[in-house]
């Protein structure tokens, strides 16, 4: 596809589709006139340049958004995106995600969970031709390593710069990639969060729910060495001085206002094909659902509420729970939808469209029937797959492939080591190996073991591996007794558990891991050759998509073209901005729901139980009708969360929400139930963001958690 011919798309296509579409940037530009007509009041162009305002105060976490809100490194995000971090820092005598927490100076500041990163993007340039020269006659996985040793050259010249993280995406299937330079700020430190009972007040019953009355907010801060470099976490550090910072509205929004957002949504399939929606929605999604509200369900009742251990997985209990809950609304609307007929409808007028040329039949004519034919290959033992994925719950397990992994790619010169496993990669795997630390019980790690592993041995043996069946004594009539007493065994003699010990395995060599006696490392010995085997099976199956995924995205973005239709990469976890308007939305025939929420709703929800339990003193606050500087009259209380049109998905948690002059008006945490499967499809009906409101997070720090400190750093405007 010529990239005239996209741009070409953008343009046609963009006014004639209400909110839709995760745009690149360097997009955005073409859209300067309609992005004008719906609200925005700076220059298009300032928003495709990322080093400047405002797209150098959003930053990325490494799977959430934020933004920075001060010239002294604060930085805001969602409070379930530092929950990892404030999980990290509690204790059954300390509790910071019950209670919250303030840093009224500096110091008092604490070290975020080991691994967090600030990442600033300051690059984002098109390297296609560099990724696929010489590779055109490549298939499988000569394709796959070829493409693979052609990114991480590109990486390791951008990241000689020292500072500096750089990954290569890939856009439309492997249409297009781009090779984005981030600088990394490793000293984050935990700043402020609100408590439990405001930070996620509703819990997982609100979860995507709307109305809601959630602050689902929190605070970080950056630092670096005194000359200003990335560094890892001193005493000697300063706070780190963006080059520009976002201010905070105290006016908000109303109904029908502009908004936009900048973030990095994770992954959306708005082009994936039917034999994958029926997969996904029919199998997949079902299949995981149930194993995730299995691992809930394990966890709370190996782990007392209240006890360390449990303290140790509530950020586990959060994400399987979330996505539990997403899932759950996947399968719902695809039942009631008519998403697959419509994906067949489409595949059989794209098929009609190219066959009616004779180039274009020459171009595309097989490229469906090639991809179908890998799709399924792809789909051919799933279900073991499924579990073994699931299986990266258990800390042990997974903590002992990672070890053995990295023992065997030690061995080989840096640049043919796997992703992963490069000198680059070791300040991260190293944080891995310490987080455990804080994220690991035996007893809860052993009871979600034992019952994947049950679930595997109920597969056929035609499906099973010979040489993990060998390594966990599974036979042909699985005794479960028998088994819990191997278990007992392993977690009693493993030493894995302890944080020095699995440190130390990072410098051991293969020779040293063959001769442990440790029962995890036997495993991961045992099993390694076999793990490989089906690695490069996946890798063949992989590089080959990767040659035909790009034909097919090329006749979608051809067709789309002429069909007027809006042309943007499905999301990848990169940059991408999202413009939108608040506005309210009707889930069902007789309800209408409205944009925002108020303080009262909070009061009406109360039940004094979690999680709607709000503090004593934010509801004698609400009773009294304390709403002081952010009132509005026009809901006559302080507005809460609100709704938008915006377009996004998760990994957008915690982006800015802005107003026409980039200013802060809230931060988007969440989507309506009936939005989810947005993922696979934009409704403008019904696609709905939630974000808190910016007067609520002001009122709250204002009046309930007193954080003027913070409030006197961060520049807030009317």
């Known amino acids: 596809m010529k990239k005239w011919l996209l741009t070409a798309a953008i343009t046609t296509s963009f006014g004639a589709v209400a909110d839709e579409g995760m745009w690149q940037p360097h997009q955005l530009p073409a859209m300067a006139d309609e992005l004008k007509a719906k609200g925005l ?9 990322l080093t400047e305002f405002p797209m150098n105060a959003v930053i990325s976490l490494g799977g959430c958004t934020a933004s920075f809100v001060s010239p002294k490194g604060l930085v805001v995000t969602n409070h379930h995106c530092a929950y990892g971090s404030i999980q990290y820092n509690s204790t059954p005598e300390n509790n910071l995600l019950r209670d ?27 390297v296609t031709d560099k990724v696929k020269n010489g590779l055109e006659n490549k298939t499988g996985n000569a394709f796959y390593k070829g493409i693979e040793q052609q990114e991480k050259s590109l990486v390791a010249e951008c990241e000689k710069e020292d500072g500096y993280r750089c ?61 200003g470099k990335p560094a890892d976490y001193s005493e000697d550090n300063v706070p780190f001085e963006p080059k520009s910072f976002l201010k905070v509205s105290a006016k908000g929004v109303s109904e029908g206002d502009f908004v936009m957002v900048a973030g990095y949504p994770g992954r959306t399939n708005r082009y994936r094909t039917a034999n994958e929606v029926e997969n996904q929605f029919e199998w997949a999604y079902p299949e995981g659902k149930i194993l995730r509200e299995r691992i809930i369900e394990i966890i709370k009742n190996t782990a007392p509420e209240g006890s360390d251990e449990r303290i140790k997985y509530e950020s586990a209990i959060a994400g399987l729970a979330n996505y539990a809950k997403n899932f ?27 066959n009616a040329d004779s180039k274009r039949k020459q171009q ?102 010979p040489a993990f069946d060998k390594a966990f004594g599974i036979g042909n009539n699985f005794d479960m007794a028998k088994f819990n007493k191997t278990l007992d065994k392993m977690y009693a003699n493993t030493k894995l558990s302890d944080k020095d010990t699995r440190l130390a395995w990072m410098d051991k ?31 063949q199956l992989a590089g080959d998509l990767m040659k035909v995924r790009p034909m097919y995205m090329d006749a ?23 413009v939108g308007h608040v506005k309210g939305y009707s889930p069902e025939d007789g309800l209408k729901a409205v944009p925002f929420t108020r303080l009262e709703g909070i009061l009406a929800k109360d039940t004094g139980v979690e999680p709607f339990n709000a503090p004593e003193k934010q509801l004698e606050l609400i009773a009294n009708k304390q709403y002081g500087d952010y009132y509005v009259k026009s809901l006559d209380s302080v507005p809460v969360n609100f709704l938008s049109t915006l377009d996004t998905t998760g990994g957008n948690s915690g982006s800015p929400t802005l107003n026409g002059r980039a200013e802060l008006v809230g931060l988007l945490f969440d989507g309506v139930y009936e939005s989810i499967i947005g993922d696979w499809g934009y409704d403008p009906q019904t696609n709905r963001s939630i974000q808190v409101d910016s007067r609520y997070m002001l009122w709250v720090m204002k009046y309930l958690d007193n954080a003027d400190n913070l409030l006197e750093e961060m520049e807030i405007v009317d």
């Open 41 to 49: 009041e700076i220059d298009a162009k300032s928003i495709s340049k």
């Open 100 to 126: 919250g927490f303030l840093a009224k100076s500096f110091s008092d500041e604490l070290p975020a969970t080991p691994g967090s990163r600030v990442f600033v993007t300051e690059s984002v340039v098109d």
């Open 167 to 227: 990954k290569v995406y890939s856009f439309h299937g492997g249409l297009e990639y781009y090779l984005v330079k981030q600088l990394e700020i490793r000293d984050v430190r935990l700043t402020y969060t609100p408590a439990l009972s405001v930070g996620k007040y509703g819990g997982d019953i609100d979860n995507w729910m709307w109305p809601r009355h959630t602050g689902d907010y929190a605070f970080y801060r950056a630092y670096v060495s005194k000359d």
């Open 328 to 354: 759950t609304s996947m399968i719902e609307f695809y039942g009631k939808s008519t998403m697959l007929d419509d994906r067949k409808a489409l595949e059989q007028k794209l098929a009609d469209w190219i």
């Open 364 to 465: 595309y004519g097989k490229v469906l029937a090639e991809l179908d034919k890998l799709i399924a290959k792809g789909q051919q033992g799933q279900e073991r797959d499924l579990l073994l994925s699931y299986m990266g719950y258990s800390t042990m397990m997974s903590t002992a492939d990672r070890l053995y992994r990295l023992a065997n790619e030690k061995a080989l010169p840096d640049m043919q080591r796997e992703p992963g496993y490069q000198e680059r990669d070791m300040t991260r795997f190293t944080s891995g190996m310490e987080r455990i630390e804080r994220r690991y019980a035996a007893s809860v790690d052993k009871a979600i073991l034992a019952d994947l592993i049950s679930r595997y041995a109920a597969l056929p043996k035609d499906q099973r591996l």
């Open 509 to 539: 060599s293969v020779a040293e891991f063959k001769k442990s006696k440790d029962p995890f490392i036997q495993y991961a010995v045992a099993t390694y050759d076999e793990r490989m085997k089906r690695e490069k099976a996946e890798k």
């Open 556 to 578: 979608i973005i051809a067709y789309n073209l002429e069909q007027g239709k809006p042309v943007y990469a499905d999301a990848n976890s990169s940059l991408r901005v999202t």
